[in-house]
T-cell receptor
């Protein structure tokens, strides 16, 4: 059953804590992406990776970090430096950069 | 960076009516894609139209592309309550291996 998964579905964080959001795909895609979506808004690109062990900043990378040690996995860490982290986070993958993207179900992060 | 801009931001129609959403973009493209997002879910790819195509159909969806005006439209015919969702256009930037750029979306409400 191919696809892209994100966990957890809901995540609560206290101020000052780092949290890591998981994203896994078994589609054999080279490229993976992290987006942030605020209520009623569009997608904003946080980070993307075109290939293992390489990644680039998107439009809103400050306060976030990523790693790409395996082709299947692209975890996102929301650090304490991110001042307003409460949002819906979406992970996606594609064969290559401009190709059709396949999205995970999302993680809703709330800072308490 | 924001490439596509959807219009209108929100649209409310009665079941059975047609819904038309527009997308404008700024630079040359290789293709333009439309995605759908149900509330609280990930995006789902609907249709891709290449820059050398003018119109494409998929079921009740009809997409047009006018590269001279840098615009596209998505028509949903005979709408159903289940079509209620946000719809996003996404464009590549015409060259290189860069990610798609998503617009801010149109929120469609179909009232039964």
């Amino acid at each position: 059953d191919g696809g892209i998964t994100q966990s957890p579905k809901y995540l609560f964080r206290k101020e000052g804590q780092n949290v890591t959001l998981s994203c896994e795909q078994n589609l054999n895609h080279d490229a993976m992406y992290w987006y942030r979506q605020d209520p009623g808004q569009g997608l904003r690109l946080i980070y993307y990776s075109q290939i293992v062990n390489d990644f680039q900043k998107g439009d809103i990378a400050e306060g976030y970090s990523v790693s790409r040690e395996k082709k299947e996995s692209f975890p996102l860490t929301v650090t304490s430096a991110q001042k307003n982290p409460t949002a819906f986070y979406l992970c996606a993958s594609s064969i290559q950069g401009p190709d059709t993207q396949y999205f995970g179900p999302g993680t809703r992060l709330t800072v308490l | 960076s924001q490439q596509g801009e959807e219009d209108p931001q929100a649209l409310s129609i009665q079941e059975g009516e047609n819904a038309t959403m527009n997308c404008s973009y700024k630079t040359s493209i290789n293709n333009l894609q439309w995605y759908r997002q149900n509330s609280g879910r990930g995006l789902v790819h609907l249709i891709l139209i290449r820059s050398n195509e003018r119109e494409k159909h998929s079921g009740r969806l009809r997409v047009t592309l006018d590269t001279s005006k840098k615009s596209s439209s998505l028509l949903i015919t005979a709408s159903r309550a289940a079509d209620t969702a946000s719809y996003f256009c996404a464009t590549d930037e015409g060259s290189g291996n860069t990610p798609l750029v998503f617009g801010k979306g149109t929120r469609l409400s179909v009232i039964a």
